[in-house]
């Protein structure tokens, strides 16, 4: 994989490096954490937009606020916030004292500039969620005027999720209902208790017409059953209906042992934030139609669970779906139970990796966007055992056959790669050694390798000289979204790293930029994928070449 460092003074630089684990900003153990709690679309999970925000009249701290959800890890004091937009932010500060789902309220500061919907982030620790919040024009504070949409009192409605009796109503559980707006303005919307369910909105209506809003269940049927529950709003009433269905009686394929079969599907990572990628599939045996709720315990910050409805008995598989964020790595146990049924199954955490070095890990790349010339490569089980070291063998292939690629460590914090710096720069004779290829560090920290010296001796009539050379690297970005395209389409990965590589050659006794000579490269990784792209660039600046990563499969 790797040329001539004074090959490349006509080729350009191709410099396979490692990855960065995700930096921590905490410091000390003072610190909580945890992650904020989302859906597949980056949405807060739940979230709760409180007061009217109006052009040009400044927020209220104690009424204007944004609730969200975070599931912490570890407690600690936190800092909640969001970016400025539109002229004003929200924030909160605090101490965590329980493990598991805390609620934060964030209150609001400043003062909207202009009237519409300002999109906000919100952030802590290391995650993100988006809530959207509308303002209004100016002088249009006061209550919206607007009619429920129904035909002969039944409202223009829809009803989500699933409700059995006696499982208690989650984010999923919301009626969408339809409005005519008259005059713009705030509104809030909740029914009676009916059948130990409540349906509840709020929030700001910046247009007149029809439009739509989503009322949120809470409460826990008692009974089962057909509900109509009515809605008043305004002089306008009308009603929808909720059918509560018996609880469904399953067993567990496997108990009381080991679940049988299973199937676990995403990546899971210490303290990175499960996602909808993130899911096990079970098989049950149902003798009972009806609603079902199965969950497992909650072991180091991260559980399972799933809803829904069995229509038909026998055999069937059920999805249970990853909250929580792992706070240790290696093996997990987790107990799951349905009615009086119950099994385990087992997750594997591993750490934060930007280069992943599982055996069998392996990985597809094209150049330059040419479907037919691409490159393989992949980490195998044998390891290499240098320098008190064991470093992870990656081989390569380009249609010729396997080929090494390079020997891999992480030791804490730091990646290491052990290679032939001598046969890498041109030396004369062979000179193994290892260097630091990426830190846990923030954008823009740069470092060096340690220096290589030996003879390089050209060909006839120039003489042979000793040389001195040494490598630099730079994070340019930290955990942003990039997106790649070959010619099997276009794939976007969040929690990119970028890393600017260059060398540098011993002048005397001064160090010198080695880039108006051979010019320099970008390496893009992927948290738990690897690395996804690399540029390399002349010493002018235009792009050489480039590969990028078109296939991969990470154990």
């Known amino acids: 994989m790797k040329k001539r460092l004074f090959q490349l003074l006509v080729l350009g630089i191709l410099v396979f490096a490692g990855c960065q684990k995700e930096l921590s900003f905490e410091s000390g153990n003072t610190l909580s954490e945890g992650s904020l709690q989302s859906d597949v679309t980056g949405d807060c999970l739940p979230k709760t937009v409180n007061g009217a925000y109006v052009a040009g009249t400044s927020l209220a701290a104690n009424t204007n606020t944004i609730v969200v959800q975070v599931n912490v890890t570890a407690t600690g004091s936190f800092t909640v916030y969001t970016d400025t937009v539109n002229g004003y932010y929200f924030r909160a500060t605090g101490v965590f004292t329980t493990i598991g789902s805390n609620t934060v309220t964030l209150r609001g500061n400043g003062t909207p500039f202009t009237s519409g919907t300002n999109n906000f982030v919100v952030n802590y620790d290391s995650t993100v969620c988006d809530v959207a919040v509308t303002v209004l024009p100016a002088g249009a504070g006061g209550p919206a005027v607007f009619t429920l949409q129904n035909t002969a009192g039944t409202c223009s409605a829809t009803v989500n999720g699933s409700y059995g009796m006696g499982i208690a109503l989650t984010s999923s559980n919301t009626v969408t209902l339809s409005v005519n707006v008259t005059s713009i303005g705030t509104y809030s919307i909740s029914t009676t208790a009916t059948n130990g369910m409540t349906f509840s909105a709020a929030g700001t209506f910046a247009t007149t017409g029809v439009q739509?809003?989503?009322?949120?269940?809470?409460?826990?049927?008692?009974?089962?059953?057909?509900?109509t529950i009515p809605v008043t709003a305004g002089a306008s009433t009308c009603s929808f209906t909720v059918t509560v269905g018996g609880v469904a009686v399953c067993t567990l394929?496997?108990?009381?042992?080991t679940c049988t079969p299973s199937t676990l599907s995403g990546s899971y990572m210490q303290g990175v934030a499960l996602t909808a990628t993130n899911t096990v599939q079970l098989q049950v045996t149902v003798t009972a139609i009806g609603v079902y709720s199965i969950s497992t315990n909650t072991v180091s910050?991260?559980?399972f669970s799933g809803t829904g409805n069995f229509t038909t008995t026998g055999i069937q598989t059920v999805i249970l779906n990853g909250t929580g964020t792992p706070s240790i790595t290696g093996p997990v146990t987790f107990t799951v139970t349905a009615g009086t049924s119950s099994c385990t199954f087992v997750v594997t955490v591993v750490p934060i990796d930007y280069f992943p070095r599982i055996a069998n890990s392996n990985w597809s790349y094209e150049y330059d966007d040419n479907s037919v010339d691409s490159f393989y490569r992949k980490a195998i089980t044998p390891t290499l055992s240098e320098i008190g070291n064991i470093y992870n063998i990656f081989m390569f292939n380009d249609g010729t056959g396997l080929d090494s690629s390079g020997y891999?460590?992480?030791?804490?914090?730091?990646?290491f790669e052990y290679f032939d710096a001598g046969a890498f720069i041109g030396f004369d004779n062979p000179q193994w050694a290892e260097y630091i290829f990426l830190k846990d560090a923030a954008a823009s920290t740069n470092w060096k390798s340690p220096a290589f010296t030996g003879t390089y001796t050209p060909p006839p009539p120039d003489p042979a000289q000793t040389l001195t050379i040494r490598f630099s690297y730079t994070i340019l970005q930290k955990d942003v979204s990039v997106s790649i395209t070959t010619s099997k389409g276009t794939v976007s990965?969040?929690?990119?790293?970028?890393?600017?590589?260059k060398y540098e050659q011993l002048v005397g006794a001064t160090w010198t930029?080695?880039?108006?000579?051979?010019?320099?490269?970008?390496?893009?990784?992927?948290?738990?994928?690897?690395?996804i792209k690399y540029e390399n660039f002349t010493p002018a600046g235009a792009v050489n070449y480039q590969f990028e990563l078109r296939r991969y499969q990470v154990f």
């Open 212 to 227: 739509t809003i989503t009322l949120n269940g809470t409460g826990t049927p008692v009974a089962s059953g057909t509900n």
């Open 253 to 257: 394929g496997g108990a009381p042992g």
């Open 301 to 303: 910050g991260f559980s």
């Open 408 to 415: 891999f460590r992480k030791a804490s914090t730091d990646y």
């Open 493 to 501: 990965y969040p929690n990119t790293i970028v890393v600017e590589e």
């Open 513 to 531: 930029d080695a880039t108006p000579a051979v010019g320099y490269g970008k390496s893009y990784y992927a948290r738990g994928v690897g690395l």
